[in-house]
């Protein structure tokens, strides 16, 4: 099956800074790759995702990479505010949504 | 509804009892999904239903946990003889469709704030 590894578990960066979050994966079919955000308390939010026929989309201050040759994918925020404070996770899939999920990056931004 | 709804929130057993969870999802989303989080991991696949029927239940850990969506709509994971290890938040997602093999907004998940069980 597939196998999603995500790093770093933790990254601490100043208000105003960019913020890079790493994963790779393992299936060479998985065709789909959505990044969530989760708050304390709250179940998981999508906040952009990745088809495999696109090698980069963007949506205001974040985006996402993805290199299908190298199986690895990134999320990518930039200005950085406090309220981006949250567990990041990435997930894959082969296209019908049983997503295979990472182990999530706490992500801290201090004012 | 707005979106996808957990019930109960917490829910606090003791080992060896039987308990439901329950999801509501988003109105007229016919395919539901149930993952279990750990505590500091990233969610884990259960099983889903494309309407009524458990398309894919490969995610169950072993017999103690079932689930059932008997009309289309809510679905309730049933887990027996609770142990401590199935303590965890229990997420509930659900997307317009889940065609295989067909990537597009349709199969895009939305999640509930999940219900906490606690078993001691």
């Known amino acids: 099956g597939e196998n999603v590894e995500q790093h770093p578990s933790t990254l601490s960066v100043q208000e105003g800074d960019s913020a890079v979050i790493k994963c790779t994966y393992s299936?060479?079919?998985?065709?789909?790759f959505p990044w969530y955000k989760q708050e304390l308390g709250k179940g998981p939010q999508l906040i952009i995702d990745i088809r495999s026929n696109v090698g980069e989309k963007k949506d205001q201050r974040i985006a996402v990479t993805l290199n299908k040759t190298a199986k690895h994918f990134s999320l990518h925020i930039t200005e950085t505010q406090p309220e981006d404070s949250a567990v990041y996770f990435c997930?894959?899939?082969?296209?019908?949504?049983?997503?295979?999920f990472g182990k999530g990056t706490m992500l801290l931004v201090s004012p | 509804g707005a979106g996808v709804s957990q019930t109960p929130s917490n829910k606090v057993t003791e080992k060896g009892k039987y308990v439901e969870l329950r999801c509501d999802p988003i109105s007229g989303h016919t395919a539901l999904y149930w993952y279990r989080q750990s505590l500091g991991q990233g969610p884990e696949f259960l099983i889903y239903?494309?309407?009524?029927?458990?398309?894919?239940d490969s995610g169950l850990p072993n017999d103690r946990f079932f689930a059932v969506r008997p009309e289309g709509s809510v679905s309730t994971l049933k887990i027996q003889r609770t142990e401590r290890g199935d303590s965890a938040v229990y997420l509930c997602a659900s997307s317009l469709t889940a065609a295989r093999g067909l990537v597009s907004g349709a199969n895009v998940l939305t999640f509930g704030a999940g219900s906490r069980l606690t078993v001691l």
């Open positions: 997930a894959a899939s082969r296209g019908y949504s049983t997503l295979t």
């Open positions: 299936d060479s079919a998985s065709n789909y």
């Open positions: 239903f494309q309407g009524t029927g458990a398309a894919d």
